[in-house]
């Protein structure tokens, strides 16, 4: 069976088939993918509207570069897969109309999928694949949760951000260092120079005994250093500000997951997200899980941030495990949904 997948939540187009064997782990035959980052850079965050026209240029080229990659036509797919929420809804419209659309063209269903499971399954496409249960550490812009997911489908959260979320706190603290958006991967960057240690940031519910986060409280505590450095920080000074803001984050990443872990009593973690792709994090979650006797999975980085591979895997997954709900894709089989709000523990097998 082949499973051809749309991305199209925020400001990614993604675009990836994948065959489910009747036995096995599924398989990533193609993915394409194109990131409007550099078009949203100069309003210095995502402006929907931009998102959803520009979906709408990319979308059919990268599906033709999909089924050319994979020596595949558009006839032999058997099910199409798409976002489904939670994101931007016109952005979600552009992925969820094709897909509905070339369902009916093709008679073929259709299965919406949610993004947030799509991140934290995009580590099953890694070599080095996890097994249930385990505990998700899930990073992302617009979501901090750490999860028990006990197989597909199962997804109990155990905490989440009472305010920011982990991808939010680096990109708005980047945006006080003057750095572009998104600010995650520069701010990083900028970091490697810096000492840590040159400045105090709070680590907000550290202590809280509970698997939450807040992140607003840091952002604010970056903006008092900001202002105290004043108009001319040296290139040192920024250095260490994003060292400690990214030490800050880190921090408490770390222990929430532990704590997750040991109430658990789990003893595998799984990381999803675009802040998944940051070194730092991946170092000390490594050490903290090594000490413990926890195995630990991450997806491939180019897999961390929104793709159409994760979305097309978690369909692939739902499929084989016959936990998916499709829509018969038929000329006037009737219209679809988008879900721009969608808690993940809503969406169960
Ligand atoms: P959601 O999935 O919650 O709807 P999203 O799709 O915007 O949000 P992702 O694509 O998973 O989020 O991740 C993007 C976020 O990851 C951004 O906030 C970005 O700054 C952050 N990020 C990416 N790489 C890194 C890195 N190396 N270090 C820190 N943050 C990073
Ligand atoms: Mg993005
Ligand atoms: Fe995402």
Not at 123 to 135: G, Y
Not at 176 to 199: C, I, T, V, W
Not at 281 to 287: F, G, I, M, V
Request: with cysteine; glycine share 10%; proline share 6%.
């Amino acid at each position: 069976m082949l499973v051809l997948g749309f991305e199209s939540s925020c400001d990614e187009t993604g675009v990836a088939l994948v065959k489910v064997p009747e036995q096995g782990a599924p398989q990533l035959l193609a993915q394409a993918l194109h990131s409007q980052i550099s078009m949203h850079q100069a309003y210095g965050g995502v402006v929907p509207e931009l998102a959803s026209r520009d979906h709408i240029r990319r979308v059919l080229p990268l599906t033709r570069e999909v089924l050319s990659q994979a020596q595949v036509s558009l006839q032999d797919v058997d099910v199409i897969a798409y976002t489904q929420g939670p994101g931007l809804a016109g952005a979600l419209l552009v992925g969820a109309g094709v897909a509905v659309a070339l369902a009916a063209a093709l008679e073929k269903p259709t299965l919406g999928i949610h993004h947030l499971e799509g991140h934290l399954l995009s580590p099953f496409l890694s070599a080095d694949a996890p097994e249930f249960p385990f505990v998700a550490l899930l990073v992302s812009g617009g979501h901090t949760q750490l999860m028990r997911v006990t197989e597909v489908g199962h997804y109990e959260i155990l905490g989440e951000t009472i305010d920011d979320a982990a991808g939010e706190a680096f990109d708005k603290s980047a945006k006080l260092l003057g750095l572009p958006y998104p600010g995650g991967p520069h701010l990083a960057k900028l970091a490697l120079s810096g000492d840590a240690l040159a400045f105090t940031l709070p680590r907000p519910l550290l202590h809280s005994g509970k698997p939450d986060f807040s992140f607003a409280g840091l952002k604010t505590a970056v903006l008092t250093q900001v202002k105290r450095l004043g108009d001319s920080p040296s290139d040192q000074q920024k250095a260490d500000l994003a060292a400690a803001t990214q030490a800050a984050i880190v921090e408490v990443l770390v222990k929430k997951s532990m704590l997750a872990l040991k109430q658990t009593g789990l003893k595998r973690l799984v990381v999803a997200g675009g802040v998944g792709a940051n070194s730092l994090l991946r170092e000390q979650l490594n050490a903290a899980c090594a000490k413990r006797g926890v195995r630990v999975h991450y997806p491939e980085l180019s897999l961390c941030t929104d793709n159409g591979a994760m979305i097309a895997m978690a369909a692939a997954m739902r499929l084989q495990r016959g936990v998916a709900t499709l829509q018969p894709g038929q000329a006037g089989a009737g219209g679809f949904e988008v879900r721009p709000r969608w808690p993940l523990d809503m969406r169960v097998a």
